[in-house]
């Protein structure tokens, strides 16, 4: 596996582990769309999407397009958590190419407010 990189310079982007080999064109579509299905997770309880939170730390596509997506709650007491992999998985099999879903849950580094998004501190009013 290759060094894993940040999607972007956001505070909140995961990293992701670019696969030597899929086609670079290839990764980044399916990285892209990855996210958004992303965005299209939401905690019931937060106005703002899990990616836009930052509670997602890591996306890795291996070679057969499999996913594996390190993620996170607000808080361990989360009353969805059992259920938000699953809904991430769920979103994330949507994917064009993708073969299958591994998420997650870690708690290590514990999540905290500086990992949101501009977007998600405009959606919540945290400024």
Same mark, same amino acid.
């Given at each position: 596996?290759?060094?894993?990189?940040?999607?972007?310079?956001?505070?909140?982007?995961?990293?992701?582990?670019?696969?030597?080999?899929?086609?670079?064109?290839?990764?980044?579509?399916?990285?892209?769309?990855?996210?958004?299905?992303?965005?299209?997770?939401?905690?019931?309880?937060?106005?703002?999407?899990?990616?836009?939170? *930052?509670?997602?730390?890591?996306?890795?596509?291996?070679?057969?397009?499999?996913?594996?997506?390190?993620?996170?709650?607000?808080?361990?007491?989360?009353?969805?958590?059992?259920?938000?992999?699953?809904?991430?998985?769920?979103?994330?099999?949507?994917?064009? *190419?993708?073969?299958?879903?591994?998420?997650?849950?870690?708690?290590?580094?514990?999540?905290?407010?500086?990992?949101?998004?501009?977007?998600?501190?405009?959606?919540?009013?945290?400024?």
């Amino acid at each position: 596996m290759n060094d894993l990189t940040p999607i972007n310079d956001a505070p909140n982007a995961p990293q992701v582990n670019p696969s030597a080999g899929l086609p670079p064109e290839e990764l980044d579509r399916m990285t892209d769309d990855i996210v958004a299905a992303l965005k299209t997770v939401y905690d019931p309880e937060i106005p703002a999407d899990i990616y836009e939170l *930052g509670l997602i730390y890591r996306v890795e596509i291996d070679d057969n397009r499999n996913v594996t997506i390190d993620m996170t709650l607000t808080a361990p007491g989360c009353p969805v958590a059992g259920e938000m992999p699953g809904w991430v998985e769920n979103a994330v099999a949507t994917v064009q *190419g993708v073969q299958a879903v591994t998420v997650n849950m870690v708690f290590d580094p514990p999540w905290d407010q500086s990992r949101m998004s501009d977007e998600a501190r405009v959606a919540l009013d945290m400024w």
